[in-house]
């Protein structure tokens, strides 16, 4: 096997040496070595490494999932399972969002997202949608030179599976400019892992904002009515068409047998191929959660689960300075339990149990919260905050 070396000095020029120009594509043949300065040495064919750089989806293996590992009855939006991806619906069937185990084989992934649909809607009204969706900062977003004379071109990478053969549409959403592209991809197999590589074009008008907003949306057909299929796809960048959105989409909601399996999605700068894309780029589960916290931070559930030390401001009132554990994007608000009495302040002998928090006042690093109005305690009594029944729940969100 021999081994080419590129990271040396040329003694004549002082620089390092180049193989190629921009543009150019370097085919690695089978047995050589190719190595990248600043990453691991990698062999093979069209396997070239990428730098250790964050990837621009986070969560795309679906390893992290602080809320729930599944959730049953979802006809609304929400969060409700996997962090950063969400569920986009308006009356198109009822579904069970999880967690689960079932991934492609050999890929190196331990979990999918899973839309299994329970109560089925086979007559969509013109309206109805369901979507899959994750959202981008615009200031995560400068790289691909949106609005410009040099705007990239995106490959989106992702894993199916599904009991649903057919035409699926993927969509972008640019935000800020209310401007969309789609694209279709097909699943042949039922009940089969495929992966699917969609590229999308470039696009010269409407810049992201360079700002901590929600500037783009990459959004996951599983059935809509004619209010967004009625026209011709619209596979490159325009306004905001909603007829032409997701033409030739299958309905998922059609039968309560339907499943829908997510995993491995990235995206990437430039215009790849099922054979030169790089591969997916694994984060450890500590990097993936950090990044997932930036939106959402799951503090405590269940029974007697500790949340701060908190001290009795007097008798009705008790309070906590939080140090949240990541920089969050936006200074949160609190997800709580909806109901009576779910927490607890224990201060000296006293256990008074209340309703709900609020923040005081705070950042997007720390805080200080408050409880509700409660009784018994004594002013100036160190105590804790802790949960009181299984689905006691505490967190922030800052999401997008």
């Not at 960048?237 to 033409?247: E, K, L, M, P």
Request: proline share 3%; charged share 15%.
């Amino acid at each position: 096997m021999s081994t080419l070396n590129v990271d040396k000095v040329d003694p004549s020029t002082g620089t390092a040496l180049e193989i190629g120009t921009s543009g150019d594509t370097i085919t690695v043949p089978s047995g050589a070595t190719f190595v990248v300065a600043g990453t691991t040495e990698i062999t093979g064919t069209n396997n070239v490494q990428r730098p250790n750089v964050n990837p621009l989806i986070i969560n795309g293996d679906m390893a992290v999932a602080q809320r729930a590992t599944s959730t049953a009855s979802i006809t609304s939006d929400g969060f409700h399972t996997l962090d950063r991806f969400e569920t986009h619906i308006s009356s198109l069937g009822t579904w069970t969002q999880s967690q689960d185990s079932d991934v492609p084989s050999g890929q190196g992934f331990a979990n999918s997202l899973k839309m299994d649909c329970t109560t089925a809607d086979a007559s969509p009204s013109a309206g109805d949608f369901c979507i899959i969706r994750t959202k981008f900062e615009g200031q995560d977003l400068q790289l691909i030179k949106k609005g410009t004379a040099n705007a990239e071109k995106l490959t989106l990478a992702f894993w199916v599976k599904s009991s649903k053969t057919g035409t699926h549409i993927v969509e972008l959403f640019d935000i800020d400019n209310s401007r969309t592209v789609s694209q279709a991809y097909t699943i042949s197999s039922a009940d089969t892992w495929e992966k699917k590589v969609v590229n999308f074009p470039a696009d010269t008008t409407g810049a992201f904002g360079d700002d901590n907003g929600r500037s783009l949306d990459i959004q996951f057909w599983l059935g809509t009515g004619t209010t967004y299929s009625s026209g011709t796809l619209q596979t490159t960048w325009g306004g905001q068409s909603n007829g032409d959105r997701a033409v030739g989409q299958v309905n998922l909601a059609d039968s309560d047998s339907n499943d829908f399996y997510l995993t491995g999605v990235q995206l990437e700068v430039g215009e790849y191929t099922s054979s030169t894309i790089p591969p997916f780029q694994h984060e450890s589960y500590g990097d993936n959660l950090a990044r997932c916290q930036r939106y959402y931070i799951k503090i405590a559930d269940g029974i007697t689960k500790p949340i701060y030390l908190a001290m009795s401001y007097n008798a009705t009132q008790a309070s906590a300075f939080v140090l949240l554990p990541n920089t969050m994007r936006t200074t949160p608000s609190i997800d709580q339990t909806s109901g009576s009495g779910y927490y607890r302040c224990t201060a000296n002998a006293t256990n008074a149990s209340f309703d709900s928090f609020s923040v005081d006042y705070g950042s997007t690093q720390a805080l200080a919260i408050k409880t509700t109005s409660i009784s018994g305690l004594t002013g100036g009594e160190a105590g804790w905050f802790v949960t009181t029944d299984a689905s006691s729940y505490f967190a922030f969100d800052s999401e997008l």
